[in-house]
């Protein structure tokens, strides 16, 4: 991949046209794609309605590891679902200029992980058509949700979650819309001239329009945090050993944000690619986003050591047996898995060249995504299949359900991405002009 | 292009799958049968036995004060007026038919608790209740009926901000009454586990 | 009292501020500036003088909102049947509310903080920003979300001639009346 | 009496009522036809009735509602048993409603189906055939098999035996302990099996007598154990045992002796020697022992000389001691040299009369002895037998050794008939089928010892198309005798009225009161023997088969006894305690064997004896003699699980296939230890269901243990300073009670009954073998064995692991929704249809005693009408827990109502406490300072399970008492 396109600056009508131009009729190799997605699909309804009508035995679940690999899934993708928001409200408030390029398709990605996250708890739970119990709804029962319970903190956060990114896309969203409705015609227009809610982009639209996203910025940051934090809490408020950590919360955080961005660069690297939006989605901004994941896995490493750390010297045998299992027996695999992939291949990227290398960069971030999601196996199975009670330890095998679910989650996922990409402007037209010279009858002066 | 149709074969799938999981799991959502007037064996009036004949109901229901059910009536019990009272009326032959045949009536039920609910008559006897307080006015049914239960728009109606109030044996009905006997010094359970274990 | 709209094109934000500059010089106030993305530049003109963006009132009202009603439901609630979970309770006796749960119900406020505040922010931004708009306003034109410029000057009809050269003078591709 | 009729219209409309998560859409309820006095729907009655799930013959009162038994408990009044119940019997339920229980009478023709018959057409079938063979003169090629029955039906088969002029009766029970008799007759001149009063004995020694399991009496002989050995009660006697294999009586031995196997009656001897040679016994048995070389003993036994002589020095010096014999390994070609060997300890150390009481004689003293059944298979196979009449309860097929060849010999008689009521091996080569009723619904009399006479009667009415065997043999003797009702040898119309006749003398018009209180209990004063010491010749047991091949135990199960219960799928999925696997069969294979064969458990090997080879998955064992391998008997399933419950056909599961015809030439008792064994590795594996991951606690003092002395100290000091609990948040209030239990460890055998009358009580599922095996079990308590110390001298530890219902319960607040919360009462409470199934709370339960309904499980019909109709059925996708039978306590709260009372300490008695023999559990407030449960709470020994987590339980176990020298 040259860079030879990147050397004269696009105007904005160029970024008009570029970006509606992901939106034309999409190739055989998308449908390709949505083929691979259609069967994944399939596959996940039908173990999830095998998995309703038979029970949750149809998973591989068992005494003592009730929870398994759809909790870890589940916590995967809300940790995916972290970059989006991070990139659009954090990297805002720091102006981070380098964002804008990105900040779209990783708000998309957020929303739609959040959502394939969103379904786990169903799919979890032993009478899904009961789930509606965790809502606080008035009822003439006069009965109410547990507040003290982590798993109704996570309603909370995620629906808040969900709702705050959803409005926070929207609201980014509103102006290209705007800037779509007038580029197309016919039924697609009138559908857009909705959507856009009108948008003109007058001045009195635009300050509202700042300062509303500015807010909305500042309290998405907190939520940001918070989310994984509340997470978080659904292990570290139990008592299984290698659980009940008050490191969890800032751990968690930290990885979610690593894959998060691991997850921002796999779907952006073939979007540049396919798309030939080299101009937009240039060298400096992999670099960066290199070097964040660079940050974030050195810090989850020292995370992993204080883990260890604590673990021992609490001196406490419980915690020690656990530990010592985790390392040595049945799972270690699946631990030096986790730490090969999240402490030692990113560190290729201290490399400049690597950091600007598609190849080595993708090669990476699946090696985290990777890494990422064992990370959370490692923390819910082999913690609970050697814990207080050594009657009933065990070892958990996937069965058939649980793994097309988790394989179809994955399709799910891309479902709603390569829909996204084909129906709305994945890059940001505004916020791309707003980091290319603005035009000057004068000739271009410092910005 | 097969594309296509892979991806409207995949809609279709989906439609057919959500169909199930909203099917199944709402007909494992356990709701008490409601049931509407209903179509008895023997045309019983409840109107002429408490209403017109002023009959204790534990002359019938006579395990409601000893036993978690109120009972029914032996065939033989009805038989005991009705080998004179009565007698030629076409309902009451059917009775004493049933009675010929040494065959229980086979009466449908109106009045049901789920099954994971503990209901016993006993203790609400032995608190004095009256059978209408939770059955209905009974002397004045021709056929006896009942709409029981939880029902969803009553939920709804709760959501949208209206307190309807519970309906007839359902539990926000019976806790509403408990709370009410505890308030007046009297001891209602309102433990969860002691109706439902 | 009639007025004229007279709406200027332009190509290039430059020429977009000399006009607001001189449309300002010249005591127009009653401006609309149409531009494909916020200019760093225009806002500055326009900005001087006008107060604060009244959207931060909304997200103060609706965040606020969100605490008190999140105490109240997680509090309330509690109440209702008082229960006992991990020796942590919160119930309604003679002598007012004994035992204590507090502490998780601060996350539920926070979250319900952030939900309500981000909800009011957008509406305030929709009812600020005079949205929706169910059809176009006389002086947009679809150019406007692309690459072009616009400014609308409202004034009195006999003032039109006068706005129209200024307009051209400041380097517009197009000065239209609507 | 018209109760019966009226059952059965209850019974049909309670199946309706017993249904599951599934709703019906209309339901129709059926009153009654005639008023009865005796049942209010909704009110349970109890009946007391005889277990016969074994000869031990325990009281059994049966709690009946709306006509159909739901729950059997102990007779509290019973003598044997007062109140307690085995597992066997608690899962007799399942026998009653069996999927699988013939349906009515059937006929089949050699080698074809069964096909449907009428009663009276098949009663003149069998009745023809006798008729034409007794008019031949033929009488003697009649015979009739029964179990062991002591009572009224007894006597109506001898009658009816003498008037057809058949051969007389044989009595099969696999376990017949013919040794203890012939061994009686020889030291004490009394052929007769003694009453064992354990609870005087000071020291109890055992060589191989599995008392905890199987062996005569088990609920007696362990409940009189638990007084004599239980610190609780102040005596803390000390029990040894000696065996090769580590069986569960072994594991809750003070001291386990492991011998080799069949030189028990040279320890024996070598003991009394001991106790001669040191004066502790009287100078004429000397004589006994003259022959017996201490050296030689040591060997041979591989008993060291060290514990010989401490063993003599413990028995000699007990005031009293009780030696008892028997078990597999005593059961060999020496089995009666062993007992008299035993004999003369007892008579040696002064028991006798003390310990051993002879005149409350045991019922198994009137079994035929094995031989008189072997003489009967020669004699069918020599087609002397035209007709054979097989009673209920009677297996020959399956419980008879392959060697002997019962099942060929049987394929001779021209005319067999079954009376069973469940298919089996035996029904299958049968002609007629006469089906039975369970005993549940039968009259009947059983006196497990005399002076004790139990009666049966029908607790409920027969839910098949079955009839009494005594009414069906009244009416072909009668037929074949060409005789009228009220005429004839055979004069009386049903077997009832026979027992009612029979018992008028005795009950003289109270036969009411008498059924109420299960039946006449009476002491029989015990008669004075004197000893005659006979010189003892010390011989190993003889073994067939090759030299060089391991000794193969085949031993009594606790679960099935003989194979008889098997058919329970509630004891199929009851762990057995010492290895923790259910379902499956094992061969119990030493790990030096393991090792030297490459096998790891759960790989399939070959037995092979001379006489047969069977094939089974491997356990490796640390402990078993290494000399041996040991295969539990009476494992099979039982035709309607297979499908349902295990992935193949497996009947070959029971050792008796290995097994010669040998019998102890004295006694002629069967000997259960008669062959050598090879193993062959298969290379194939069928792993086992073993739920327990491990016997080790990784110093996790999840069951604790004091030594003996030092819990006499603490005894006298009373309780240490009590745990302190900081909290920063208030402690919770219990307005009125707060429920509690105690577990003592010390007085837990490990029989696993509290487990099954869980099951029974409380409405669980059976999961079968492969959700067992992966951990999907939904047994609300389950029993765990805790090993420490060496292999050779192990200490087992049994702890009863239940909700331990927490008052800062992990489980409760991290539910979403309330379903786990804390009652007023001091439980923790799951509210089934509140609960989403989030699994949550089992994940954080630090005890995992939270079980989840991970499919729909069901109740095969008619096993659904056993289900307690107080016990919600749950649906799938739920969790659910012990609830210390919450029904129990509204129950008891309500009855303490009706009384204008409040509930009194033993009001409320949950199943497990209930059931249990030795009385390790015990429920109650915590709040009331002289309830039982406070009291043991406040015991010096108290813990609490994993207290250092803070989950402050209301559930404490007390320490095991271990004693110093052992």
Not at chain 3, 109 to 137: D, H, K, N
Not at chain 4, 162 to 168: D, I, K, M, N, S
Not at chain 4, 265 to 271: C, P
Not at chain 4, 752 to 780: D, F, I, M
Request: with cysteine.
């Amino acid at each position: 991949m040259s860079d030879s396109r990147t050397t004269s600056s696009p105007t904005f009508a160029d970024v008009n046209r570029d970006v509606l131009r992901t939106l034309n009729p999409p190739g055989n190799l998308y449908f390709a794609w949505m083929c691979v997605v259609a069967l994944g699909l399939a596959g996940f309804f039908l173990a999830w309605a095998g998995q309703v009508w038979w029970g949750m035995g149809m998973a591989g679940k068992r005494v003592p590891q009730m929870w398994a690999m759809y909790i870890t899934t589940f916590v995967f993708w809300i940790g995916i679902g972290h970059a989006g928001t991070l990139i659009s409200a954090i990297l805002y408030l720091f102006r981070a200029r380098w964002r804008t390029s990105i900040y779209r398709a990783a708000e998309a990605m957020t929303i739609f992980a959040v959502m394939t996250a969103g379904l786990f708890p169903l799919i979890h739970a032993g009478r899904m058509w009961f789930a509606y119990y965790l809502l606080p709804y008035p009822n003439q029962r006069t009965l109410w949700p547990n507040f003290r319970s982590p798993l109704v903190w996570d309603v909370f956060a995620i629906s808040t979650y969900l709702s705050i990114s959803t409005v926070f896309f929207i609201v980014g969203l509103v102006p290209d819309i705007a800037a779509l409705r007038d580029a197309s015609t016919g039924w697609r227009r009138r559908i857009f001239s909705m959507l856009a809610l009108g948008w003109e982009g007058s001045d009195t639209q635009w300050r509202h329009y700042r300062r509303a996203y500015g807010l909305l910025a500042s309290l998405a940051t907190p939520l940001v945090l918070s989310v994984h934090s509340v997470v978080s809490w659904d292990f570290a408020m139990a008592l299984v050993p290698g659980w009940h950590s008050t490191l969890f919360a800032p751990f968690f955080v930290d990885g979610a944000i690593f894959s998060g961005f691991a997850m921002v660069l796999v779907l952006v690297l073939p979007m540049r690619h396919f798309f030939g939006l080299h101009a937009y989605i240039q060298d400096k901004h992999l670099d960066a986003m290199g070097k964040l994941i660079l940050v974030t896995g050195l810090v989850l490493t020292y995370f992993y050591i204080c883990e260890i750390f604590t673990s021992l010297y609490s001196g406490e045998h419980i915690e020690k047996a656990s530990l010592f299992w985790k390392v040595t027996q049945t799972y270690a695999w699946a631990l030096w898995t986790m730490y090969f992939c999240n402490c030692v291949a990113p560190l290729i990227l201290f490399w400049r060249k690597a950091r600007t290398s598609p190849f080595v960069l993708y090669v990476v971030s699946i090696l985290v995504l990777i890494g990422m999601w064992f990370e959370r196996f490692n923390i819910i199975v082999p913690s609970l299949g050697h814990d207080f009670y050594p009657y009933t330890w065990g070892i958990y095998y996937p069965s058939p359900t649980d793994t097309a679910i988790v394989l179809g989650s994955f399709a799910f996922f891309l479902l709603l991405f390569l829909g996204f990409i084909k129906l709305m402007p994945s890059l940001s037209i505004v916020e791309v002009k707003e980091t290319i010279p603005p035009p000057m009858r004068e000739g271009p002066h410092a910005h | 292009m097969s594309g296509k149709a892979a991806v409207g074969a995949l809609g279709v799938v989906l439609l057919a799958v959500l169909i199930f999981l909203a099917i199944s799991s709402w007909s494992r959502q356990s709701s008490a049968a409601d049931a509407k007037p209903s179509v008895q064996p023997i045309n019983f009036p409840h109107s002429v036995h408490v209403g017109t004949y002023k009959m204790d109901c534990q002359y019938c229901h006579s395990e409601a004060r000893r036993s978690e059910y109120a009972g029914l009536p032996s065939v033989e019990r009805c038989m005991g007026c009705h080998k004179i009272a009565a007698a030629d009326k076409p309902e009451i032959k059917k009775l004493a038919a049933y009675h010929a045949d040494k065959k229980p009536i086979p009466w449908v039920r109106v009045n049901k608790l789920p099954e994971f609910t503990y209901f016993p008559h006993k203790a609400h006897i032995r608190a004095n209740l009256k059978c209408q307080t939770c059955h209905g006015a009974v002397e004045t049914m021709t056929t006896f009926g009942a709409t029981t239960g939880p029902r969803v728009t009553n939920d709804l109606l709760y959501l949208v901000g209206l307190k309807p109030g519970g309906p007839p044996l359902s539990m926000g009905w019976c806790i509403e009454c408990h709370r009410e006997q505890n308030a007046a010094g009297k001891q209602a359970p309102l433990d969860c586990v002691t109706c439902h274990h | 009292m009639p007025t004229e709209t007279v709406l200027g094109v332009f190509a290039h934000v430059d020429t977009t501020v000399r006009a607001l500059e001189e449309l300002r010089a010249h005591g127009y106030h009653d401006l609309t500036v149409y531009t494909p993305l916020p200019v760093h530049e225009i806002e500055e003109v326009l900005e001087r003088g006008r107060p604060v963006s009244r959207v931060r009132l909304f997200t103060l009202i609706g965040g606020l909102t969100g605490i008190a009603s999140a105490f109240l439901l997680t509090i309330w609630s509690s109440l209702v049947w008082g229960l006992v979970t991990g020796g942590k309770y919160m119930q309604l006796g003679s002598g007012g509310i004994s035992g204590s749960s507090l502490p998780p119900f601060f996350i539920i406020a926070f979250e319900m903080m952030v939900l309500f505040g981000g909800l009011a922010t957008v509406i305030g931004m929709v009812v600020l920003g005079g949205l929706p708009r169910f059809r176009p306003s006389s002086t947009f034109d679809p150019r406007f979300t692309n690459d072009r410029f616009g400014v609308a000057v409202h004034c009195a009809p006999e003032r039109g001639g006068s706005v129209r050269d200024l307009l051209r003078a400041a380097g517009a591709e197009a000065v239209q009346s609507r | 009496m018209n109760r019966r009729d009226f059952f059965k219209i209850v019974t049909a409309s309670g199946a309706a009522a017993a249904s599951g998560g599934c709703q019906q859409a209309t339901e129709t309820i059926l009153p009654l036809v005639v008023p009865n006095d005796q049942i209010v729907p909704g009110v349970a009655s109890w009946y007391a009735t005889v277990c016969r799930e074994c000869p031990a013959g325990c009281g059994v009162i049966a709690r009946n509602r709306e006509g159909r038994v739901v729950k059997l408990e102990g007779n509290p009044d019973h003598p044997v048993n007062e109140g307690a119940l085995c597992l066997r019997g608690q899962a007799a339920l399942q026998g009653l409603y069996h999927p699988d229980r013939l349906s009515g009478p059937s006929v089949r023709e050699a080698g074809g189906p069964a096909k449907p018959i009428l009663w009276d057409a098949a009663e003149k079938l069998v009745a023809e055939r006798i008729g034409a063979l007794r008019a031949a003169g033929k009488g003697r090629a009649i015979a009739v098999v029964s179990q062991l029955e002591t009572g009224n039906l007894g006597a109506l088969l001898d009658r009816w035996i003498q008037a057809l002029g058949a051969r007389p009766r044989v009595t099969l029970e696999p376990f017949g302990y013919e040794s203890i008799r012939a061994a009686n007759k020889i030291t004490f001149n009394r052929d007769a099996i003694p009453h064992y009063a354990f609870e005087d004995a000071e020291v109890v020694l055992s060589f191989g007598a599995d008392f905890v399991e199987t062996w005569l009496s088990n609920v007696n002989y362990t409940r009189t154990f638990t007084r004599m050995h239980s610190f609780r009660d102040g005596r803390a006697g000390t029990f040894i045992h000696v065996e090769p294999r580590q069986s569960l009586t072994a594991a809750n031995a003070d001291e386990w002796v492991r011998n080799v196997p069949g030189t028990e009656a040279m320890l024996a001897l070598a003991i009394l020697r001991v106790m001669v040679d040191e004066g502790a016994a009287d100078k004429r048995f000397a004589e006994a022992v003259a022959q017996v070389d201490l050296k030689r003993a040591a060997e041979e036994t591989g008993v060291g000389l060290p514990t010989i002589k401490r063993l003599a020095k413990v028995f000699a010096h007990a005031k009293p001691g009780l030696a008892i014999g028997g078990g597999v390994a005593v059961t060999g070609s020496n089995a009666t040299q062993t007992q008299v060997a035993i004999n003369l300890l007892n008579a040696a150390a002064g028991n006798v009369g003390k310990t051993v009481r002879f005149g409350p004689d045991s019922a198994y003293g009137k079994v035929t002895p094995h031989a008189e059944v072997a003489a009967l298979a020669r004699a069918m196979a020599g087609g002397e037998i035209e007709v054979l009449v097989l009673g209920g309860g009677v297996d020959p097929v399956f419980t008879l050794p392959s060697g002997l060849k019962f099942a060929d010999a049987l394929r001779k008689v021209a005319l067999v008939v079954s009376f069973a009521n469940l298919p089996d091996q035996t029904t299958e080569l049968a002609h007629v089928s006469l089906p039975d009723t369970h005993w549940l619904e039968s009259w009947g009399d059983y006196a497990p010892r005399e002076g004790v006479l139990g009666l049966l009667q029908p607790t409920m009415a027969p839910i098949r198309d079955a009839r009494p065997m005594g009414d069906t043999l009244l009416r072909i003797g009668r037929v074949a005798l060409g005789a009228e009702e009220g005429k004839g040898p055979l004069p009386w119309p049903t077997f009832e009225q026979y027992l009612k006749a029979a018992w008028e003398p005795l009950v003289k018009g109270q036969l009411e009161a008498a059924l109420r209180r299960g039946g006449l209990f009476g002491e029989v004063a015990p008669v004075a023997v004197t000893a005659k010491v006979t010189a003892g010749e010390p011989a190993p047991a003889k073994l067939e088969g090759d030299a060089g091949g391991l000794t193969l135990l085949a031993y009594p199960s606790l679960r099935f006894y003989d194979g008889r219960s098997a058919v329970s799928s509630w004891l199929q999925e009851a762990p057995d305690s010492i290895t923790q696997a259910v379902w499956d069969a094992w061969v119990e294979v030493p790990e030096e064997t393991a090792k030297k064969l490459g096998v790891a458990q759960g790989d399939m090997l070959a037995v092979k004896s001379p006489h047969g080879s069977l094939e089974l998955p491997a356990y490796i064992s640390p402990t078993l003699h290494p000399g041996t391998v040991a295969i539990p008997l009476g494992h099979r399933y039982s035709p309607y699980q297979r499908p349902r419950y295990v992935a193949a056909d497996l009947r070959s599961l029971n050792p008796m296939a290995l097994l010669p015809a040998t019998a102890d030439a004295t006694s002629g008792g069967l000997a259960f230890m008669a062959v050598k064994v090879t193993l062959t590795k298969l290379g194939t594996r069928r792993p086992l269901a073993v739920l327990q991951a491990t016997h080790d606690q990784d110093d996790r003092e999840l069951a604790r243990h004091v030594d003996l002395r030092a819990a006499r100290e603490q005894a006298l000091r009373g309780k240490g300073p009590a745990e302190a609990h900081v909290t920063m948040y208030d402690n919770q209030k219990y307005p009125g009670y707060r429920w509690g239990m105690s577990i003592d460890v010390d007085a837990c055998v490990g029989c696993q009954a509290c487990v099954v009358a869980c099951q029974a009580e409380n409405n669980v599922p059976v999961v079968g073998k492969a959700s067992a095996a992966y951990g999907r079990q939904l047994h609300w308590m389950r029993l765990e064995r805790w090993a420490e110390g060496s292999a050779a001298h192990p200490m087992n530890m049994f702890l009863p692991m239940l909700c331990q219902h927490c008052e800062v319960a992990p489980c409760e607040p991290v539910c979403p929704v309330y379903a786990a919360y804390r009652t007023d009462e001091g439980l923790n409470g799951q509210v089934y249809n509140r609960c989403v199934g989030t699994r949550y709370c089992g994940n954080n339960c630090p005890y995992h005693v939270r079980r989840f309904n991970w499919f729909q499980y069901e109740f095969p019909a008619p096993l659904e009408v056993q289900l307690n109709p107080d016990v919600t059925v749950r649906q799938l996708g739920v969790m659910e827990k012990c609830t210390m039978c919450i029904q129990r306590i509204v129950a008891g709260k309500d009855r303490a109502r009706d009384e204008k009372r409040s509930v009194r300490d033993g009001d409320i008695v949950p199943a497990c406490q209930q059931t249990c023999p030795t009385k390790a559990i015990t429920f109650g407030n915590l709040k009331d300072d002289a309830s039982e449960a406070a009291k043991l709470a406040r015991s010096p020994r108290a813990y609490h399970v994993l207290d250092e987590i803070g989950t402050r339980p209301s559930v404490t176990y007390l320490k095991k008492v271990v004693r110093e020298h052992a």
